[in-house]
């Protein structure tokens, strides 16, 4: 009898494993990269484990079935070392003391062009939680299905759409999956101290993070108009859908675009905003919009096209540098929507047991004041919070609809 309960249980999971390899059959390409990627086999794909060496091997094998040509130092891989520093945005390449080891993967398209169009998207992401997760309990995986599975997915898509296009680009194109991202953008920096290609050739940089989740009501986000003069005019003449855009000017952000903009390189980052689901183990697959990446490969193609007779773009600085970089030791406990062009920092998520829930703030509440310091943006939010340390009180105003809520807080 025990056989024959123990020959049921394997046939039952031969069942559940052909059901499960006959609905992937059934994915187009980018559901497949996106479902492999954020898949619990590869566990999270922190930099240095298992699971990143897979995800890396796997995008490898796809640029390959592109035909993209290996442009790493070992293959497509450029194998790099980082030794955290207590401070985990600072980076030193060379240090010794317990380093860990990543690698980005990198595929090259050549049409003999001087200039490079550099499209990259990072595939790490949080392992099992630890720094940087916003998951109370015990440790999970943490899949990272639109951060940044996405974005590895629609640079593939357009890798694709660009190497079966019967037209001949003006440019050579530079495909970089990155490692690191999450540990303070160590591979896209490792990548601009120790370029494959000479970075003077870098005609503009497009990064893809967190671009599954669009929503039509917000529209996409694009940071960096301000790198370059022409960048405003065509982005509009690519709009060819009338999607809704949300511009920023500021070429640096917590992504790998910033890593190119600081080697005065022009740079575009899009995103489609945050969510309740950033840096938890609820960032899975079921939840990406396709429709939305086939959107913005659509609409990137276009922008490219559309500066495909431009040369190489002019490069210009932005505002608002040392503002994104403002540190702060305290947290009110929300996620801010990004996307928010209002007055304000809109809330887009409340954290469990952080302060704001404590003080019964919830999402759509629009903060416009902390302490003496009104709120008008982001930017304003992040500077009033540096002010704060660990105990401090202070009192907070929210816009509720037409109510102004005001309640203290205690970090």
Request: glycine share 10%.
């Amino acid at each position: 009898m025990k056989k024959l309960s123990y020959l049921f249980i394997i046939l039952f999971n031969l069942l559940l494993f052909d059901a499960a390899f006959a609905q992937r059959a059934k994915m187009n390409q980018v559901e497949q990269d996106i479902y492999y990627l954020s898949s619990d086999e590869l566990q999270g794909r922190e930099m240095g484990t298992e699971g990143e060496r897979m995800a890396a091997q796997y995008i490898a094998e796809r640029m390959n079935s592109i035909g993209l040509e290996p442009k790493g130092l070992d293959g497509y891989f450029q194998y790099f070392a980082v030794t955290p520093q207590a401070n985990p945005h600072a980076v030193d390449i060379h240090g010794s003391d317990k380093p860990i080891e990543g690698m980005n993967v990198i595929g090259f398209m050549n049409n003999e062009s001087e200039h490079t169009i550099v499209i990259g998207a990072h595939y790490d992401h949080l392992g099992m939680g630890g720094q940087g997760s916003l998951h109370a309990g015990d440790a999970k995986i943490h899949n990272g299905a639109d951060d940044n599975a996405s974005g590895v997915a629609l640079m593939l898509l357009l890798a694709e759409n660009i190497a079966s296009s019967p037209k001949k680009s003006q440019n050579n194109f530079l495909f970089i999956a990155f490692s690191g991202e999450e540990k303070g953008l160590w591979g896209s920096n490792h990548y601009c101290k120790e370029p494959t290609i000479d970075l003077k050739s870098i005609n503009y940089m497009l990064n893809f993070d967190m671009v599954g989740r669009w929503d039509k009501e917000k529209g996409f986000a694009i940071n960096g108009v301000g790198t370059s003069p022409l960048w405003k005019k065509h982005l509009e003449i690519a709009n060819k859908k009338d999607m809704k855009l949300v511009l920023s000017e500021s070429g640096v952000g917590p992504s790998d675009h910033t890593s190119f903009y600081l080697q005065d390189i022009p740079v575009l980052h899009f995103f489609t905003g945050q969510h309740e689901d950033y840096h938890k183990p609820t960032d899975d697959e079921e939840k990406i919009n396709y429709v939305g990446i086939n959107y913005l490969k659509f609409y990137i193609l276009e922008l490219m096209g559309s500066l495909d007779e431009q040369g190489k773009l002019e490069f210009t600085k932005t505002k608002d540098e040392q503002k994104t970089a403002t540190k702060f030791t305290v947290t009110l406990g929300v996620m801010p929507d990004y996307m928010f062009e209002g007055e304000g920092m809109r809330i887009d998520g409340v954290l469990e047991d952080r302060p704001a829930q404590k003080a019964g703030f919830q999402k759509g509440d629009v903060v416009i004041q902390m302490g003496k310091d009104k709120v008008t943006d982001i930017y304003n939010y992040m500077e009033a919070l540096s002010k704060y340390k660990k105990g401090d009180k202070t009192t907070v105003r929210v816009r509720r609809g037409e109510e102004v809520i005001k309640e203290e807080v205690k970090f």
